[in-house]
């Protein structure tokens, strides 16, 4: 933002998006219900690219979340697996109303805590 002749501030951003895809299949699941059978695995899109690892509980304020074709699945741990490569346990599915989609997916945006 411009103020009279100097150049203010506003603030930053977020770092860039974290992106990627599903290995493998996530079945349906009852929303708002603990998910302790799946354990999803993802690969990000990029090197740089990371998941928080979570608290443990997906029911925490701060459980970090991730858009995944429609739903909003919080989840307690990312733990990393390979390079790239996460595997997410303790999920809470269907999240912000988003449990008519707790269906079949592939592809996920991290959302961070929401």
Known sequence: MIDGDRIVDLGGTKGVATMGQLIGELPSHTAMLEDAMNQPVVHLLHDNMTLPTGSGDPYSFDAPALWLGGEIVRYGN?????????????????????????????????VGNV
Do not use: H, M, W
């Not at 490569?85 to 269906?103: E, I, N, Q, V």
């Open 78 to 110: 990312a733990e990393k697996i390979a390079p790239q490569t996460y595997r997410l346990t303790g999920l809470l599915r269907g999240c912000f109303g988003t449990d008519s989609d707790t269906a079949q997916f592939s592809a996920f945006v991290d």
